[in-house]
């Protein structure tokens, strides 16, 4: 009875609905091998967001509460249009049943922030559910919580009815990424959890886009920048090599092709006003460059390739 009241105040706290692109929602899942899990957070606003009061909930195998799933506590900021990537923080352990491997050194390099011993968010494997919570409202949700069928299920799948029985593990040894369509996380509990819906797939231990992240919030912002002067040159580019440059600094660029896909993404390490793309791998086309300068604003233009 305690758990199913539980699990009714977690569903009334998902009916406040967030308007697109104004609130922060979960953008990569990670569940690779041993320990290699890690959370992806994207900021589809204008505007930092101070993480203060947010926090990442597991519920595990099927579970109505997150008592057995862990909790963490997230701390930092995140800039516009950006990521915050939190890892599994486990080094080696003993358990009851052997031990408990690290998470790779390189995964754990791409962290903002290591997750807290178990049990917590990162020690998903497939049959949790994970959400984010900004004070006392679920914000977004990857999976389904109380899902009766994850309690001996292993993993949401692609077909129906979604819980593994029938057709291709989806969040079980998989790195799902989501949909750029998507502008805003899942406020209300689903039922039943079509995973393929908003999220792609990639294969396990792939980490390519792990801290970054394609939305078509960016796309459509009114906020692009008319202050920073920048130019993409050659364009049309035949050279195999486009450079940018602004008179801003820049922190961030990357190209994306007619289909929505990021095709080349370069994070800017020095501070430089102008960086060299290598575009020889681009096929013919039209794509658009998105820019993130030092100053936070952004900035997008079109590139022919020819």
């Known amino acids: 009875m305690k758990k199913t009241l539980l699990f009714v105040s977690v569903l009334a706290l998902g009916t406040t609905y967030a308007q697109n692109c104004s609130e922060l929602f979960i953008s990569e899942y990670v569940e690779g091998s041993g320990n290699d899990k890690a959370i992806e957070l994207y900021n589809p606003t204008s505007a930092a967001i101070d993480l203060t009061g947010y926090r990442l909930e597991r ?7 997150s008592s057995a799933g862990g ?3 997230l ?12 890892v599994n923080g486990v080094g080696v352990t003993s358990t009851a049943t052997g031990s408990s491997p690290a998470a790779s050194p390189t995964l754990q390099a791409m962290a903002d922030l290591l997750d807290v011993p178990y049990p917590a968010p990162t020690y998903m494997n497939g049959n949790d559910a994970i959400a984010l919570f900004n004070g006392a409202t679920m914000v977004d949700l990857m999976g389904k919580i109380g899902d009766a069928g994850m309690v001996s299920g292993q993993s949401w799948s692609d077909a129906f009815p979604y819980d593994g029985s029938v057709g291709a593990y989806w969040t079980k040894d998989q790195t799902l990424i989501r949909k750029a369509s ?3 996380g899942v ?4 039922d039943p959890f079509i995973v393929t819906q908003q999220w792609d797939s990639l294969p396990k ?7 970054q992240h394609t939305c078509d919030c960016f796309l459509g912002v009114k906020e692009l920048t008319n202050n ?3 130019v993409v040159y050659p364009n049309p580019s035949t ?3 486009v450079v940018v440059s602004a008179s801003e600094v820049i922190e961030f660029v990357e190209v994306i092709n007619m289909l929505g896909q990021v095709v080349l993404s370069e994070e800017v390490s020095e501070v430089s006003k102008a960086t060299t793309l290598n575009a020889a791998s681009l096929n013919k086309g039209m794509y658009t460059v998105r820019l993130r300068f030092a100053n936070k604003s952004v900035a997008q233009t079109s590139l022919s390739i020819q």
């Open 228 to 230: 920073v002067s920048f």
């Open 205 to 211: 231990d792939t980490w390519t886009q792990l801290g």
């Open 239 to 241: 050279e195999g090599t």
């Open 75 to 86: 701390s930092g900021s995140i800039d516009a249009f950006s990521t915050f990537v939190i």
């Open 182 to 184: 998507v502008k805003v």
């Open 59 to 65: 519920f595990s195998n099927g579970d109505a509460t």
């Open 71 to 73: 909790v963490l506590n």
């Open 187 to 190: 406020t209300v509990n689903p």
